[in-house]
Nanobody, 120 residues
Framework: QVQLVESGGGLVQPGGSLRLSCTAS????????MAWYRQAPGKQRELVAT???????VYADSVKGRFTISRDSAKNTVYLQMNSLKPEDTAVYYC??????????????WGQGTQVTVSS
């Protein structure tokens, strides 16, 4: 089994910064993609950024130029550096990974979520 654990959320003023971390643990054979999603109250969960094992990165238009996704493969950890935060970035942020565990087919795993609140 695989677990994803996020950390780094909190309350920040508009224009501020936060860094989220997500570490995958368990019986991991291969990590294909890791991503950050977010869900604001009353809205659907949306992709924020994803990083593929090849190194390719995709960002949502709403965060381009402000957020940076990165990874430390040795630590099975993905980061989301969020700068110039806006109130509309307020949401629960979820880590997601497409991960092979042992000899099983790759599966989609989710973290428990971490709250990010941008408010003065």
């Amino acid at each position: 089994q695989v677990q994803l654990v996020e950390s780094g959320g909190g309350l920040v003023q508009p224009g501020g910064s936060l860094r989220l971390s997500c570490t995958a643990s368990g019986r991991i054979s291969n990590i294909y993609t890791m991503a950050w999603y977010r869900q604001a109250p009353g809205k659907q969960r949306e992709l924020v950024a994803t990083i593929i094992s090849t190194g390719n990165i995709v960002y949502a238009d709403s965060v381009k130029g402000r957020f940076t996704i990165s990874r430390d493969s040795a630590k099975n950890t993905v980061y989301l550096q969020m700068n110039s935060l806006k109130p509309e970035d307020t949401a629960v942020y979820y880590c997601n990974g497409v991960i092979r565990s042992g000899s099983y087919n790759p599966m989609n795993y989710w973290g428990q979520g971490t709250q990010v609140t941008v408010s003065s």
